[in-house]
């Protein structure tokens, strides 16, 4: 059983269209997370949800907007993509405070073009 | 900002130790330094964290000096499948993960 699993794995789009990624998570995780990390490879913290609340929102646009139905899943709902967009989105999920580590999803490759 | 400073690349052959070292002297009382790595593009794994004692699993031994102010992650016989990115990240409960640049760790044969 895949402990983060996020869909989908690749997804290649136009800009300015409007696109969803899904993430859930089987570790009775609390705490669940988005990342981004760009073509220099940096890895940064976009979101963090901790039982449904949102408890981080780094400087995202508001093109960005997470929904958490449950605390086992965490979605990303991106609108009117743009070119800088493209990157690597991973999930994440982790025990409250994060103690003892994160376990991350494999990522969903964004192409914008 | 970056808490952590680590050498960009190391190499090492295989079954040897790597031994990655790591400073973070602005470290506070009550952070973790952990460490992550990433190979080849997937997601970032758990390796170990420690708060002031050396800890070991089985993956890795953390040796962190007495005045914390730096620590080194031990792989005690390297293979080829630990050719990856290492991270060191200090950080205190409740906050996120921040990742800095880390080492590039290659192993040869």
């Known amino acids: 059983d895949t402990a983060v699993s996020q869909t989908p794995k690749y997804l290649v789009t136009q800009m300015g269209n409007d696109k969803s990624i899904k993430c859930e998570q089987n570790l009775g995780h609390d705490t669940m997370y988005w990342y981004k990390q760009d073509s220099k490879k940096f890895l940064k913290i976009m979101f963090s949800y901790n039982n449904k609340e949102l408890i981080i929102n780094e400087t995202v646009p508001n093109r960005f907007s997470p929904k958490s139905p449950d605390k086992a899943h965490l979605n990303l709902h991106i609108n009117s993509l743009e070119l800088g967009d493209s990157a690597v989105y991973f999930c994440?999920?982790?025990?409250?405070?994060?103690?003892?580590?994160?376990?991350f999803g494999s990522g969903t490759r964004l192409t914008v073009v | 900002d970056a808490k952590t400073t680590q050498p960009p690349s190391m190499d090492c052959a295989e079954g040897r130790a790597a031994n990655l070292p790591c400073n973070h002297s602005?470290?506070?009382?009550?952070?973790?330094v952990y460490w992550y790595r990433q190979i080849h593009s997937q997601g970032p794994q758990y390796i170990i964290h420690g708060l002031k004692n050396n800890e070991t699993n089985e993956m890795a031994s953390l040796i962190i000096t007495e005045d914390r102010k730096s620590s080194t992650l031990i792989l005690p016989h390297a293979t080829l499948r630990d050719t990856a990115v290492y991270y060191c990240?200090?950080?205190?409960?409740?906050?996120?993960?921040?990742f800095g640049k880390g080492t590039s760790l290659l192993v040869t044969p």
């Open positions: 994440a999920s982790s025990p409250r405070g994060g103690v003892g580590g994160y376990t």
């Open positions: 990240i200090v950080r205190d409960s409740g906050y996120a993960l921040n």
């Open positions: 602005t470290i506070s009382g009550n952070e973790y």
